[in-house]
């Protein structure tokens, strides 16, 4: 039987879980259903609901299944509605996920996310669930098209996959082995971005600064590649490089570097070029050399150490981040003293603070020596309050700078309440700040002078001292004048995470809470 004619254009939602490839991921997916003639749901249920999943939770699965719970009466109750699931747990469960939810209608992989439109469509013709999980990457995702959720930040894939063997990993198994992108190509997305108002960009990569190495021997590389490493520099410096080139751009970022691929040449690339941001974040999971050779991180303390100490002496008022994970199995309380002595030697401005929990499919789940619940909890919050203590001596040192802020939208959640609005500076912390007089809209630059701090934002109350109007403004204003485009539950913002719903930098596991 053939399914019904539509009279109307079918509406889908989009939710979002894990780190932010698969928020970049759900952006390409909105612009791909978008372009197949499907337009966000607003109030209503949606037609499509899709869920982009991440694998690195021990109970990923649960929620899941959970959500896909709550969603079968609504399906039932809604004619020709379907639902797809994709990312990474599904490139892991692949069949699984209709034994165990019937109802679903699609499930694809995290190599094949431009199948999505055709498989929904087959679905509906033939009535039945469509699986199709590919291997190895078809198409580069920024290839595809997209639906940011930004007008004036934009995350810019160089690289999927990974080539590292961390053994609390499951990425790179669902990711596949880095491959990267072209320089022209990524350097041409970038300005293409600029041209429609982007003033920041995030370079991201499960392990951005390898880029380059997906290209193989030197000598088998692109031209472009060779010619921006010829002076002996490495790719991503070069590219680091080349971004301070493009015109118009004001800010770049990049997540989530690994520290055996962070060189020198990376960081002078950084201090050097004027539009690559003072802030840098730099998992480093553990401090104990014992458990760094355990999780197959290929760096000890020292070595993290002096790449912090080389950041800080390149560019003095860098703000430094990290991953943490505490009770990895076999560590002891001398491994947790190590890591508690990196911290007050690093000096973050904030961690993601993780507390260790199997992934099925990883060497680590089925290691001797699993820590007993409470004892990773005691570590647990005692890296924390260290952290918080930390983070805020950090930011109490930013009292009576004067800031340059891009202001943002939905950063402050308390904005309306105390009649603030809020961005980030450059090192990309939060800033509340007093509104002022005139108009400012998400996307403008506005300079304050900080007057108050906290561990995790800063606040300031003084008349703001000037506003800058930006192009990012004017895209701001010109699509919230196309009018209202719905709401994507599940998915992270740009900025600070809502309550519940961290965003895990790069491929590191889910956050238990926000840092």
Not at 41 to 64: I, K, S, Y
Not at 176 to 201: C, H, M, N, S, T
Not at 381 to 399: D, G, H, P, T
Not at 410 to 432: M, W
């Amino acid at each position: 039987m053939s399914a019904p004619l539509e009279t109307s254009p079918r509406t889908y939602e989009i939710r979002t879980y894990g780190c932010q490839m698969n928020v970049h991921d759900s952006e390409r997916l909105s612009g791909l259903l978008e372009a197949a003639g499907y337009v966000r749901a607003a109030e209503a249920e949606p037609d499509v609901v899709v869920f982009n999943t991440c694998a690195v939770r021990e109970n990923a699965d649960n929620r899941l299944y959970g959500n896909l719970g709550h969603l079968r009466p609504v399906k039932d109750g809604h004619p020709g509605m379907q639902i797809a699931v994709g990312g990474c747990l599904a490139q892991k469960d692949r069949d699984t996920i209709v034994k165990r939810a019937p109802w679903v209608d699609v499930v694809f992989g995290t190599h094949n996310i431009g199948a999505l439109p055709a498989l929904l469509e087959r679905s509906r013709v033939l009535s039945e669930a469509q699986v199709e999980i590919e291997e190895s990457l078809v198409t580069f995702p920024s290839t595809l098209p997209t639906r940011r959720e930004s007008p004036y930040a934009a995350w810019v894939s160089i690289s999927v996959g990974c080539n590292n063997t961390c053994t609390f990993c499951i990425v790179p198994s669902l990711r596949g082995k880095e491959k990267d992108r072209r320089p022209g190509e990524i350097l041409a997305e970038i300005e293409a971005l600029v041209g429609e108002g982007v003033l920041e960009i995030t370079l991201l990569g499960q392990n951005v600064n390898a880029y380059g190495s997906g290209f193989g021997a030197l000598s088998a590389a692109p031209d472009e590649v060779r010619a921006m490493t010829a002076d002996g520099s490495s790719a991503f410096a070069g590219l680091l490089r080349a971004c301070g080139n493009v015109d118009g751009l004001e800010r770049v970022r990049f997540t989530s570097p690994h520290p055996k691929d962070f060189t020198d040449d990376v960081i002078a690339a950084m201090a050097e070029t004027p539009n690559v941001m003072p802030s840098l974040h730099m998992p480093l999971q553990s401090g104990a050399d014992a458990v760094l050779r355990a999780m197959r991180r290929s760096y000890r303390q020292e070595r993290y150490l002096g790449i912090i100490e080389k950041v800080r002496a390149a560019i003095p008022d860098a703000a430094i981040t990290t991953d943490i994970i505490v009770g990895f199995p076999g560590e002891t309380e001398a491994d947790f003293e190590q890591t508690l002595h990196v911290v007050r030697e690093a000096r973050f401005s904030s961690a993601f603070t993780f507390q260790y929990s199997k992934r099925p499919g990883t060497p680590a789940a089925t290691m001797d020596g699993q820590l007993p619940k409470e004892v990773v909890q005691e570590r647990y919050e005692r890296l924390v309050a260290l952290q918080e203590e930390i983070s805020w001596s950090e930011n109490k040192k930013q009292l009576g700078r004067t800031l340059e802020v891009l202001v943002a939208e939905g950063e402050g959640r308390k904005d309306e309440e105390t009649r603030r609005l809020s961005g980030r500076a450059s090192d990309n912390r939060l800033v509340h700040f007093q509104a002022p007089d005139e108009p400012v809209r998400p996307g403008d630059m506005v300079t304050v002078e900080v007057t108050y701090a906290a561990p995790h934002h800063l606040v300031a109350d003084k008349p703001v001292q000037n506003v800058r109007r930006t192009r990012a403004g004017d895209a701001w204003e010109a699509r919230r004048a196309e009018g209202p485009k719905g709401v994507s539950l599940g998915m992270p913002t740009i900025g600070r995470p809502a309550q519940g719903q961290a965003a895990a930098p790069g491929c590191a596991v889910q956050a238990t809470t926000p840092a």
